[in-house]
C-alpha cells in the first residue's frame, strides 16, 4: 500500500460537478493499493499518515502529527500511484490489485481511519474526480507500508 500525503490548508474532491470531500486543514492522502496488499499493511499505512511528524510546533519544528494537532484527512483512492514507471514511456499497472481489491482495502483503509476520531472525507472510489487543494509548505511525502 502507497501513500502520498500533502500537509493542506484545505482541499477538496468533486465528482460531476459535486464535492463530495471537503476538509478545512490537515493531511491530503493519495492512496494506491497493490496486490499484494492486506489489513496489516493497511493498518502500519494508517499508523503512519495519522502519526507521521509534519505539522510545526511552537517552535516551527515538525514535531506535530495529525493526530497531535486534531487535523483533518482526506482520503482520495489514487490506482497510478502504484504503476511501475521504470521502463518505457508508458507506465505499467501489473502491481495494482484488481478493482474489487483496491476497492475493499481502500473501504476498509477509510473505515479504520474514522474510528481515529478525526474528520475524515474521502473522494468517490473508481470515479473521475476532480481535486482541489491548497498545499501548506509546500510539504509532501511518499509513504509506504
Aim: proline fraction near 2%; charged fraction near 25%; aromatic fraction near 8%.
Amino acid at each position: 500500500m502507497k501513500g502520498l500525503i500533502q500537509r493542506v490548508s484545505n482541499a477538496k474532491v468533486d465528482v460531476d460537478g459535486e464535492t463530495v470531500g471537503q476538509i478545512e486543514g490537515g493531511i491530503l492522502l493519495l492512496l494506491g493499493v497493490e496486490r499484494d496488499d492486506d489489513e496489516a499493511k493497511a493498518q502500519k499505512l494508517l499508523h503512519k499518515v495519522l502519526n507521521y511528524r509534519i505539522f510545526s510546533d511552537d517552535q516551527g519544528k515538525m514535531n506535530l502529527s495529525l493526530q497531535d494537532t486534531g487535523g483533518e484527512l482526506l482520503i482520495v483512492s489514487q490506482f497510478t500511484l502504484v504503476a511501475d514507471t521504470a521502463k518505457g514511456m508508458r507506465p505499467g499497472f501489473s502491481k495494482g490489485a484488481t478493482p474489487a481489491e483496491g476497492e475493499r482495502f481502500y473501504n476498509y483503509f477509510t473505515a479504520q481511519a474514522k474510528q481515529s476520531g478525526l474528520k475524515v472525507e474521502t473522494g468517490q472510489f473508481g470515479a473521475n474526480m476532480q481535486v482541489s487543494l491548497t498545499n501548506d509548505g509546500p510539504v509532501t511525502f511518499w509513504l509506504e507500508s
